[in-house]
């Protein structure tokens, strides 16, 4: 299945289950900006095509969830931060889901809770997925509360 199935296919869910909410996580290195063997420097960071405009559209979505899933250490990873706050791009934690522990269905403590995972380990294509997830999410009605109250995933 491709992302662009993925993503739909999620959403369909969410909407089902009246939940006001998805969870994306994002690899950074050949997902989202060139992999890099130095020592990050903020500025050496470069950006696939079309990524930092999706990755904008997403970090505004109030239904949108973004967590940072790299293997990069604590000091690199607060660079990157910042370096991506200029452009527009915030992730909401790191490594973790801290808004699900766990459900009926699931034990998140090793794995966090996602509904979308782009990385190039998992067959995300960094030159060509970045445009299909832009024009698939302008497409997206955005998740709300239903009924006046939140609902959260595994509720
Ligand atoms: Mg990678």
């Given at each position: 299945m491709g992302i662009v199935s993925c993503i739909k296919g999620q959403h369909g869910i969410a909407l089902s289950r009246g939940w006001d909410r998805m969870y994306w996580a994002v690899d950074l290195h050949s997902t989202l900006i060139l992999p890099n063997y130095e020592k990050m420097k903020a500025e050496d960071v470069v950006y696939y095509p079309d990524s930092v405009e999706t990755m904008r559209l997403l970090s505004g979505r109030s239904d949108t969830r973004l967590i940072m899933y790299t293997c990069s250490w604590p000091a690199e990873i607060d660079e990157y931060q910042k370096r991506f706050a200029t452009d527009g791009i915030?992730?909401?934690?790191?490594?973790?889901?801290p808004e699900v522990n766990h459900t009926e269905y699931g034990d998140y403590s090793k794995k966090p809770y996602?509904?979308?995972?782009?990385?190039?380990?998992?067959?995300?294509?960094?030159?060509t997925d970045w445009e299909k997830i832009f024009r698939v999410i302008t497409g997206l009605p955005l998740l709300q509360?239903?009924?006046g109250r939140v609902v959260r995933v595994g509720d």
């Open positions: 915030h992730f909401d934690w790191v490594g973790e889901n996602f509904n979308v995972l782009l990385d190039d380990k998992a067959g995300f294509d960094p030159h509360k239903v009924y």
